[in-house]
């Protein structure tokens, strides 16, 4: 059943954009109120229960989220109050509300170490870093709600043209590769690209077709090294790439990351919504009449 309205938080970001667009473009169109950080500041809980009493959704869309992974290292607090405890009030207003609740959360919450398979929603979570365990206080906070759906993304692309919002790594090396510039790539990280159309349309689906509430990893079909994607890029691009290629040993960054990323769609096609393969949702995005066709 399509809900009749949709409640979205952090609006100004690229996941926001199609969540938004998805459910207003649905066959029973749902009135979609989308809420950017100026509007509402989820890490308020009186606000928060507010603004969803105000809009009385049957679905709320959490896509506001702390995602300065090395920041977090300096500033523990502001990322537990945006990625966990703000979590907890948009789950106490579903439950008042009675509406069911989205949260996105992330593949770091895994350490990516001694893996060759991609993590599956049993896995055992073992976050590194200050964001990854902020993310996973938040999954525990997001599934107290009584219908509630976790859906764990990485390495998130999709623009639309003319996006002048945040861009994530692949939007970089894309932009990179269409420069003729030199673009850094790593060889040992291996990730599950997640297309924001198709996580948007897992995430409707879920919603509509009575999919048991839980953890679902929502990513692309596959995995890669962040080289075997810009290479991929570079073949529907038309373009000669101009790769420096490292290793994650190579870079000192403040928070640890992990080096294997991929996760399994498994359960979600089981729920009835097999996610593409990435190289096909990398070709969707890229070719000349899609999402990121020329300006």
Not at 12 to 17: E, P
Not at 127 to 153: C, H, I, N, Q
Not at 210 to 228: I, M
Request: charged share 20%; aromatic share 8%; hydrophobic share 45%.
């Amino acid at each position: 059943m399509n809900p009749r309205r949709v409640f979205v938080t952090g609006a100004d970001g690229q996941l926001a954009h199609y969540i938004a667009r998805e459910f207003a473009g649905s066959d029973a169109g749902a009135d979609v109120v989308a809420l950017n950080r100026r509007a509402l500041d989820i890490s308020d809980p009186a606000a928060v229960a507010a603004a969803v009493a105000a809009a009385a959704p049957d679905v709320i869309v959490n896509c506001a989220a702390y995602n300065n992974v090395d920041g977090a290292e300096d500033h523990p607090e502001q990322a537990l109050a945006v990625n966990a405890f703000a979590v907890r009030s948009l789950a106490l207003a579903a439950e008042t509300a009675g509406a069911a609740l989205v949260h996105y959360s992330t593949d770091f919450v895994f350490d990516g170490t001694g893996r060759s398979e991609p993590y599956t929603e049993a896995d055992t979570p073992a976050p590194r870093s200050t964001y990854a365990s902020s993310k996973l206080m938040g999954e525990w906070f997001a599934l107290d709600a009584p219908r509630a759906y976790v859906l764990r993304v990485e390495s998130l692309f999709g623009s639309p043209a003319g996006w002048t919002g945040r861009r994530g790594t692949l939007d970089a090396i894309v932009a990179g590769l269409r420069d003729g510039r030199e673009v850094r790539v790593f060889t040992d990280r291996v990730v599950s690209p997640s297309y924001t159309p198709d996580i948007a349309a897992a995430t409707r689906h879920l919603v509509t077709s009575g999919a048991e509430p839980g953890l679902y990893h929502c990513v692309n079909d596959g995995q890669a090294t962040w080289e075997q994607v810009a290479l991929e890029s570079a073949r529907l691009l038309g373009v000669d790439p101009v790769l420096q290629r490292t290793t994650s040993e190579t870079v000192t960054l403040k928070a640890a990351r992990p080096t294997y990323c991929a996760l399994s769609p498994r359960k979600l096609a089981a729920a009835g919504f097999a996610m593409p393969a990435w190289q096909d949702a990398l070709s969707r995005w890229l070719r000349p009449d899609g999402p990121h066709r020329s300006d």
